[in-house]
């Protein structure tokens, strides 16, 4: 079992749809990070999180220390946010563990 | 400008060879990394530097030796390669050394993308 799972595995919405993506961790952690990687590969840090609510434009992260729980919310979700969303815990000095990802794709 | 660039973008090789995967970052950041993406998009960090020191060397063989001749490069050398090294290779990087607090952002290189025949 990964230390990191994330769900779903993959996720298709219709444009202006909420999305939600969960991840669940089983170690102690420092941080969480969200990743976006695009369909081209490029790979950018959406949110680092150790407690409590981010909000960036329209997607907001959340993470439940106690529930060892982090959920990525997407509103008004639009074709570019087409992508695979990649959670990743930072737990003790560097040891940085991925989940396997999610990918979203979103239909006009 | 660029703030992780990586070089080359694609690389094809022949099993046996010796090959380098070269990353500068302009950011003045004191902490690099280096990961692999498999076929299954799945990312594992392999290394990380600090300020030019070792400071992450996750269960990679040795026929992987990074180089750091100063805080703005990590370049990663690669012996006798192998069919399963073929993957996208990420170079990244951070202000600091410590990724706790919600401070230290990463910012990923463009990948190398790595076949051996």
């Known amino acids: 079992k990964n230390e990191v799972e994330q769900s779903p595995q993959n996720l298709t919405a219709q444009e202006g749809e909420f999305i939600t993506i969960n991840c669940s961790y089983s170690?102690?952690?420092?941080?969480l990070h969200w990743l976006q990687q695009h369909p081209g590969g490029g790979i950018v840090s959406l949110f680092m999180?150790?407690?409590g609510k981010k909000k960036h434009g329209r997607l907001i992260a959340t993470i439940n220390i106690q529930e060892k729980h982090s959920s990525l919310h997407i509103t008004a979700s639009h074709p570019r946010d087409s992508a695979v969303y990649i959670c990743?815990?930072?737990?003790?000095?560097?040891?940085?563990?991925f989940g396997t990802g999610t990918k979203l794709q979103v239909i006009p | 400008d660029t703030a992780v660039s990586q070089t080359p973008k694609y690389l094809v090789t022949q099993m046996g060879n010796d090959k380098s995967i070269k990353c500068e970052q302009n950011?003045?950041?004191?902490?690099m990394y280096w990961y692999k993406q498999d076929s299954k998009k799945f990312l594992k960090i392999m290394f990380s530097?600090?300020?030019?020191?070792?400071?992450i060397n996750e269960t990679v063989p040795n026929r992987f030796s990074p180089k750091s001749p100063d805080k703005a490069h990590l370049n990663l050398h690669i012996n006798s390669l192998e069919l399963g090294d073929s993957a996208v290779y990420f170079c990244?990087?951070?202000?600091?050394?410590?990724?706790?607090?919600?401070?230290?952002?990463?910012?990923f290189g463009p990948g190398t993308r790595l076949l051996v025949l």
């Open positions: 990244a990087s951070s202000q600091g050394a410590r990724l706790a607090g919600g401070q230290e952002t990463q910012y």
């Open positions: 170690v102690g952690i420092s941080a």
């Open positions: 999180l150790s407690s």
């Open positions: 990743a815990v930072a737990g003790g000095y560097q040891k940085v563990t």
């Open positions: 950011l003045g950041h004191d902490t």
């Open positions: 530097y600090n300020n030019k020191e070792l400071i």
